[in-house]
């Protein structure tokens, strides 16, 4: 008598179904497969058939007209600003900053206005299909709970200025109170951390020869404003005699830790160095544009192998949260600026959003491609609808025809944080009455 051995089917949390699926791996888009999600992580991806015959799922969704994606990440922001959205417009930087948003942080600023920002801005990021976040504000601890609360992954600033705000009255009271917070915070696997010294023009030596102590003990990244405006630069010349890239590197700052945000006015010498350094850049077009910083020469970064990620910056300087909108804008603008049209071609613009943005944060191994082994951080991205066809590239069609209103669902570490464009986590009654409340208190802070 013969013996027929049938295999038992394995038991896990979740299998996805997708039409395309785009691993960020290669640039192959996988057709018809399936991903095995069990206890937050990704366990395999296969063809769909074989993906039904191996496992036996709790949940299993099935997206017969997207792409699946990971979960994307902006590598800058200040969340918690999303409560300044659209309070002073149309101003150059130091004017923006200066007459209007330092004054409304001064008068405003606290934790209950950190949470609350920072609610609001991990509900609008993570309908948009972002799972992770780089921010850069005062209250971590508060930015921590919001995050967390949303189940949402953050990367948190442990900010430094010298001058006194409502949170801290020193560099080192900020560092001090930051590190504080990540250690409170150390065992939760969502929410991690990174010393960020505001800019060159807001911290002096003494606390840069701090921060690069800190990064090397505990291996953090370091995030900082550099080059975003002309007059930075020659601000810079006249205090330090040295551009404020070239005082960084001679305090040792620059490395494959460092994430410098904006780089818009670079020599060729600067960007060279930070070539041979291994630097990151948080490229922010949108911002750039809206504050009429200038065009960051992004197609040549990437030419000399410089790591780069995209950002939205606060929601005060552009004035959302939408990382599809900068994936096209810069994409469009190395084209036009290079007069080249092959220039950040669609999976490479992908990239940036995704592992290159991994990368920079010390998290490639965790986050930022589809791959055995990793967190399940992912987003689903409807390309089914009448707008979107005829399909020929469903990547190209992230990048130049979706928008984050595309966006179906997301998931953190393998729990559905959006599902059918709906939050699953979400008081949004609660939420939108601490929206009036800080609307009508910053009212007065607005342009006349």
Same mark, same amino acid.
């Given at each position: &008598?013969?013996?027929?051995?049938?295999?038992?089917p394995?038991?896990?949390?979740?299998?996805?179904?997708?039409?395309?699926?785009?691993t960020? #791996?290669?640039?192959?888009?996988l057709?018809?497969?399936?991903?095995?999600?069990?206890?937050?992580?990704?366990?395999?991806?296969?063809?769909?058939?074989?993906?039904?015959? +191996?496992?036996?799922?709790?949940? =299993?969704?099935?997206?017969?007209?997207?792409?699946?994606?990971?979960?994307?990440?902006?590598?800058?922001?200040?969340?918690?600003m999303?409560?300044?959205?659209?309070?002073?417009?149309?101003?150059?930087?130091?004017?923006?900053?200066?007459?209007?948003?330092?004054?409304?942080?001064a008068?405003?600023? %606290?934790? =209950?206005f950190?949470?609350?920002?920072?609610?609001?801005?991990?509900?609008?990021?993570?309908?948009?299909g972002?799972?992770?976040f780089?921010?850069?504000? *005062?209250?971590? #601890?508060a930015a921590?709970?919001?995050?967390?609360?949303? $189940?949402?992954?953050? &990367?948190?600033?442990?900010?430094?200025?010298?001058f006194?705000?409502p949170?801290a009255?020193?560099?080192?009271?900020?560092?001090?109170?930051?590190?504080?917070? +990540?250690?409170?915070w150390?065992?939760?696997?969502?929410?991690? *951390?990174?010393?960020?010294?505001?800019?060159?023009y807001?911290?002096?030596d003494?606390?840069?020869?701090?921060?690069?102590?800190?990064?090397?003990?505990?291996?953090?990244p370091?995030?900082?404003h550099?080059?975003?405006?002309?007059?930075?630069?020659?601000? %810079?010349?006249? =205090?330090?005699?040295?551009?404020p890239?070239?005082?960084?590197?001679?305090?040792?700052?620059? !490395?494959?830790?460092?994430?410098?945000?904006?780089?818009?006015?670079?020599?060729?010498?600067e960007?060279?160095?930070?070539?041979?350094?291994?630097?990151?850049?948080?490229?922010?077009?949108?911002?750039?544009?809206?504050?009429a %910083? !200038?065009?960051?020469?992004?197609?040549?970064?990437?030419?000399? !192998?410089?790591?780069?990620?995209?950002?939205?910056d606060?929601?005060?300087?552009?004035? +959302?949260?939408?990382?599809?909108? #900068?994936?096209?804008?810069?994409?469009?603008?190395?084209?036009?600026?290079? !007069?080249?049209?092959?220039?950040?071609?669609a999976? #490479?613009?992908?990239?940036?959003?995704?592992?290159?943005?991994?990368?920079a944060?010390?998290?490639?191994?965790?986050? $930022?491609?589809?791959?055995?082994?990793?967190?399940?951080?992912?987003?689903? /991205?409807d390309?089914?609808?009448?707008?979107?066809?005829?399909?020929?590239?469903?990547?190209?069609?992230?990048?130049? /025809?979706?928008?984050?209103?595309?966006?179906?669902?997301?998931?953190?570490?393998?729990?559905?944080?959006?599902?059918?464009?709906?939050?699953?986590?979400?008081?949004?009654?609660?939420?939108?009455?601490?929206?009036?409340?800080?609307?009508?208190?910053?009212?007065?802070?607005?342009?006349?």
């Amino acid at each position: &008598m013969s013996h027929i051995r049938t295999t038992t089917p394995q038991v896990i949390d979740l299998l996805i179904d997708a039409r395309w699926i785009a691993t960020v #791996e290669s640039d192959l888009v996988l057709t018809n497969h399936a991903v095995a999600v069990d206890q937050g992580r990704i366990l395999a991806i296969l063809p769909s058939g074989e993906a039904h015959a +191996r496992f036996s799922p709790g949940k =299993q969704v099935n997206l017969q007209d997207h792409i699946l994606i990971p979960g994307l990440i902006n590598l800058h922001t200040h969340a918690a600003m999303t409560l300044m959205r659209g309070l002073a417009d149309d101003l150059p930087l130091m004017d923006w900053l200066q007459k209007h948003i330092w004054p409304a942080e001064a008068a405003h600023m %606290s934790a =209950q206005f950190v949470y609350d920002g920072t609610r609001l801005a991990c509900a609008e990021m993570l309908k948009g299909g972002i799972t992770c976040f780089n921010d850069m504000y *005062f209250y971590p #601890e508060a930015a921590a709970a919001a995050a967390s609360e949303a $189940g949402m992954r953050a &990367m948190l600033g442990i900010i430094a200025l010298e001058f006194p705000t409502p949170y801290a009255s020193d560099a080192d009271d900020y560092l001090n109170k930051g590190l504080a917070v +990540r250690e409170a915070w150390l065992k939760d696997p969502l929410i991690g *951390f990174c010393l960020a010294p505001h800019a060159p023009y807001t911290v002096s030596d003494s606390t840069f020869d701090r921060i690069l102590t800190l990064s090397e003990q505990m291996n953090l990244p370091v995030h900082c404003h550099i080059h975003e405006t002309r007059q930075e630069i020659e601000d %810079s010349l006249t =205090q330090h005699q040295r551009r404020p890239l070239e005082r960084l590197h001679q305090l040792g700052q620059l !490395g494959p830790n460092f994430i410098g945000v904006h780089a818009v006015h670079l020599d060729d010498n600067e960007l060279q160095l930070l070539a041979s350094t291994g630097c990151n850049i948080a490229h922010c077009p949108t911002s750039n544009l809206k504050l009429a %910083s !200038g065009f960051a020469p992004v197609a040549r970064m990437r030419q000399l !192998g410089i790591n780069v990620g995209l950002g939205t910056d606060g929601a005060a300087s552009n004035n +959302r949260l939408d990382l599809f909108g #900068e994936m096209r804008l810069a994409s469009l603008l190395a084209k036009g600026l290079t !007069g080249d049209a092959s220039a950040l071609p669609a999976h #490479e613009i992908l990239r940036m959003v995704t592992l290159n943005a991994a990368n920079a944060l010390g998290l490639g191994k965790e986050i $930022g491609s589809i791959s055995p082994g990793k967190s399940a951080d992912l987003c689903a /991205v409807d390309l089914g609808s009448l707008e979107m066809r005829p399909c020929f590239d469903p990547v190209s069609h992230l990048v130049n /025809v979706a928008g984050r209103d595309s966006v179906s669902h997301v998931w953190v570490a393998g729990k559905c944080c959006v599902e059918h464009k709906t939050l699953l986590k979400n008081n949004q009654n609660n939420l939108d009455s601490a929206i009036a409340l800080w609307q009508n208190a910053l009212e007065v802070c607005r342009l006349p």
